[in-house]
């Protein structure tokens, strides 16, 4: 059974940085791409970063050059560390199996809550 569980999120202040954990069982993420998604209340989820089974990394602009992700194959674990955090940037975020056209809610996480405030 594939199954994905973000962690470490939480509330900061604007300029501070998080790291997202996204612990993954049931496959090897070394095997996938990977994907983060966020979720800003009363908006539609947003594609955020993915790395590629190459290692190959993506980013969206709004993301770009803050944010970085990561993966650890012998903890088979995803990471977003999240830099320079903004208040726009508050959202859910969740971790999902596969690219992006992959995405969907039997794809993800129960996902983090990041809230950026001052």
């Known amino acids: 059974e594939v199954q994905l569980v973000e962690s470490g999120g939480g509330v900061v202040q604007p300029g501070e940085s998080l790291k997202l954990s996204c612990a993954a069982s049931g496959f090897s993420v070394s095997n996938y791409a990977m994907t983060w998604v966020r979720q800003a209340p009363g908006k539609g989820h947003e594609w955020v970063s993915t790395?590629?089974?190459?290692?190959?990394?993506y980013y969206a602009d709004s993301v770009k050059g803050r944010f970085t992700i990561s993966r650890d194959n012998a903890k088979n674990t995803l990471y977003l560390e999240l830099n320079g955090l903004k208040t726009e940037d508050t959202a859910m975020y969740y971790c999902?199996?596969?690219?992006?056209?992959?995405?969907?809610?039997?794809?993800r996480g129960q996902g983090t809550q990041v809230t950026v405030s001052s």
């Open positions: 999902a199996k596969g690219s992006y056209s992959d995405y969907s809610a039997a794809t």
């Open positions: 790395i590629s089974s190459y290692d190959f990394t």
